[in-house]
DNA sequence: GTACATAATATTGTATACAATATAATTGAA
DNA sequence: TTCAATTATATTGTATACAATATTATGTAC
């Protein structure tokens, strides 16, 4: 029976193991991705991975070149900075409406996902701490009931991972927990004031904790070293 | 030389014909997208078709079902609304930003973009005119600078247009013209209070002109029908 | 005639084959 | 050696072939 559970949907696979690979900084902004070593990656013909990879591009996490190939998308200091308002803008009008519309059950997963973001944290794991992060932001949009948001923050909550990839120095996001935590009670006592202060402050810290006067360091020079070794 | 001008970019042939099909009403919403009739119709095999179908479903004009194909995207009241809500808290944030930003060309532009408006409605040619509204709301974004904004815009200014051609019962948007034209005035004074004003009176107007209390008018039937003749 | 089961057809999903383009390697001349 | 031109290779773009699923049609029992 619990087989049937196992139902592979290869094309969502492809897909999602891309964009944990991104999200999660196994492969660097810049990085090449070349169909042919993804299809022998992930057992999938060329047609799927090309499918995964046009979805990545559409959410703004992939570049495609035309017949030069697919890249991790590297955004430039000033497209990150649009990034940052864009988002700055859609978050506070999400925890507006997730103030109004937050039930128990929403406060119980959202506090469920701060958990398991600070126990990632504490296990010193930051790649996977930053994609809960993301995945907690996300939580509040789906928390508003506005699909357009969450479909507009999805991409630009991934996009945002790239950029504190590129731009961040080190520990200005260590204080996430307590933002979100601070976050959640105001959204969970309906505090529209408070809970937007708290979402500008938090994006803020984000903004804050990120260099765009020097050029980005893409890192995609590791592939083209490795067979030297 | 004017041959090398046509240079013919097929995959984007494709989507932008289906993408006008159905922004010019000439598709309506719930009508079945079947993947050999575009092959037959466009002269380009089911690969650049599905790519193009993909493309619209990620911009939330067509819905693909697996197994069952790809639909005009017939957004339900509910939805309706989180769109039209979502579209006013993203073009508020844009027209505060185009009065920040706004050029002379850009102003040139814009202005243009109504007069071509203005003449489809003198000619009666009303799905035209929709169209070229969108065109100038997403033009406002892109005089934002706002690269996120621009692509958010261009799903939610779409799904507007089918949500107009559901719900909207008759001339709610005649009005279009004079009001571009007060939110151009006010955008390239750089008049940010009251840019906003007329933006949010404007899309006010859009929903005014909504019913969402009946069920929609999906005309999918009509192709159903047709073979009884 | 209706309802169900089964077969025939149509449509979508995926993999592969071929074409077009870009990248890398090789050769030759200055 | 260095640069350019040319060939060879690798990679992406598009079309087609086959597999899986859904839809429609047919037939049979009641």
Redesign the interface.
């Known amino acids: 029976m619990s087989e049937l559970l196992v139902k592979q949907d290869a094309p969502m696979d492809a897909y999602r193991q891309l964009f944990d690979g991104i999200l999660s900084q196994r492969l660097a902004p810049g990085t090449k991705l070349n169909e042919v070593e993804l299809t022998l990656l992930f057992g999938v013909s060329r047609t799927l991975i090309r499918?995964a990879l046009?979805?990545l591009q559409?959410?703004?996490v992939v570049e495609i070149h035309k017949n030069r190939g697919a890249f991790v998308a590297a955004p430039s200091p000033d497209?990150a900075q649009?990034?940052l308002?864009?988002?700055h803008?859609?978050e506070l009008?999400v925890v507006n409406l997730a103030c109004e519309r937050c039930t128990a059950g929403d406060v119980e997963k959202l506090q469920h996902m701060i958990n398991l973001e600070q126990s990632a944290i504490d296990q010193g794991d930051m790649a996977t701490a930053l994609r809960r992060s993301g995945e907690f932001h996300l939580q509040l949009a789906i928390v508003a009931?506005?699909?357009?948001?969450v479909?507009?923050l999805r991409?630009?909550i991934s996009?945002t991972s790239l950029i504190i990839t590129m731009y961040s120095h080190g520990g200005g996001n260590a204080c996430a927990r307590d933002e979100h935590s601070l976050l959640l009670a105001a959204v969970s006592a309906g505090d529209q004031h408070r809970a937007q202060q708290q979402m500008a402050h938090h994006l803020g810290h984000i903004a804050a904790g990120c260099d765009f006067t020097q050029s980005p360091q893409v890192a995609n020079l590791k592939g083209a070293f490795a067979h030297l070794s």
Chains 1, 2 share one sequence.
């Open positions: 499918q046009q979805r559409l959410e703004q497209l649009q990034i308002l864009a988002r803008t859609i009008a009931r506005n699909q357009p948001f479909h507009a991409g630009l996009q």
